[in-house]
């Protein structure tokens, strides 16, 4: 999981390096070439672009740096962490809601693929199969009973 993760970020960084460092530098010459700057909207659209892209650079370099600090192997091996399947039974609506724990960049809540450091992977983590949790959601307060846990060990063996 962490592989994949680091690879997608490893591709985008790598696209971008080549827009900040070939193309950016290109478009900011055609523009200057037009002439007057204070209204040459190429010229400031090329400056933004190239200032979003260098954040974005920094941003991509410290996810990287950060996911190579995470050891898989010392991720728990009986309670939720980054990597885990969780599966949520909610009394008051007789509902059960599913999520996987990832990375930031990784989560897409629509697909069920939260964040850890978001306040419901927060609440989750550490947990057990079996607990029940309190999540301060945006549309107030659930209460959930935590039905199933497949960790990223888990998810190794099979």
């Known amino acids: 999981m962490l592989k994949a993760a ?11 390096e080549k827009e900040y460092r070939q193309e950016l530098p290109k478009e900011i010459q055609r523009a200057l070439q037009m ?6 909207a ?11 892209v260098r954040a974005r650079i920094g941003h991509l370099q410290q996810q990287i740096k950060n996911l190579s600090m995470i050891d898989e192997d010392s991720l728990p091996h009986d309670k939720i962490a980054l990597g885990s399947t969780v599966h949520l039974y909610d ?54 009973e935590i039905t199933k846990v497949v960790t990223l060990h888990d998810k190794r063996t099979t």
């Open 42 to 52: 190429e010229y400031h659209s090329a400056l933004e672009r190239q200032q979003f």
């Open 91 to 144: 009394a008051e609506s007789d509902k059960t809601v599913i999520y996987e724990l990832v990375t930031p960049d990784e989560a897409e809540f629509s697909k069920g693929r939260i964040s850890v450091t978001s306040p419901i992977g927060s609440a989750l983590a550490g947990r057990k199969e079996g607990d029940e949790v309190t999540i301060r959601i945006p549309i107030g307060v659930r209460n959930y």
């Open 6 to 16: 680091r690879e997608k970020i490893e591709k985008e960084l790598k696209t971008l």
């Open 35 to 40: 002439g007057d700057l204070r209204e040459n």
